[in-house]
């Protein structure tokens, strides 16, 4: 089973469940731009700009890295991943809001660059998942664990670490 990594299917699921990530984020996103209040928004756009306050590449990495790892686990982790995933969106929809951008425009701008890089990690972490939970269906679990798990693992920090360095970059201006 020390098949390659990187194959055809692997990179499709991949890219499928990026896709997945960015159609739902602009749905959450507009759901939450149409339902919700200027004190909501306003009160997300305060708690945000004191959270960029203090940030740097380690507090972006760990934060970023404690909310999607359980993603990992086979089945639950997809539903634990789900509702962050939902608080997301609807934090980017309410920061639309508040900021008086469309929806769309505010995905597009969260997504360039930062965004792309960290759900790229995000969609590595959720593929693994979801080939794990095939694995155990096939009996081969610790396999796929011992041959190429890990090197998913590897692939998402490395993409946690690179999203999270550009990202305190652009809000502090500074490594």
């Given amino acids: 089973m020390c098949a390659?990594?990187?194959t055809k299917t692997y990179v499709l699921v991949v890219l499928a469940v990026f896709l997945v990530l960015v159609?739902?984020?602009?749905?959450?996103?507009q759901e939450a731009y149409s339902t919700t209040t200027p004190s909501a928004a306003n009160q997300t756009q305060t708690?945000?700009?004191?959270?960029?306050?203090?940030?740097?590449p380690l507090s972006i990495?760990?934060?970023?890295?404690?909310?999607?790892?359980l993603a990992i686990v086979p089945i639950g982790g997809l539903i634990f991943f789900g509702r962050v995933w939902i608080n997301t969106g609807q934090t980017i929809g309410q920061l639309a809001y508040s900021y008086h951008v469309s929806p769309l425009l505010y995905v597009i701008g969260v997504y360039i660059p930062v965004g792309t890089i960290e759900n790229m990690a995000y969609s590595v972490i959720l593929a693994e998942s979801l080939f794990l939970t095939y694995a155990m269906a096939k009996g081969t679990f610790f396999e796929r664990l011992k041959y190429q798990t890990w090197k998913s693992l590897i692939l998402y920090l490395v993409l946690l670490a690179i999203a999270a360095t550009v990202e305190s970059t652009l809000i502090t201006g500074h490594l």
């Fill in 61 to 69: 990495f760990v934060n970023n890295f404690l909310v999607s790892i």
């Fill in 23 to 29: 159609v739902t984020t602009y749905a959450l996103a």
């Fill in 4 to 6: 390659r990594f990187l």
């Fill in 47 to 56: 708690q945000i700009n004191n959270i960029r306050q203090t940030v740097t």
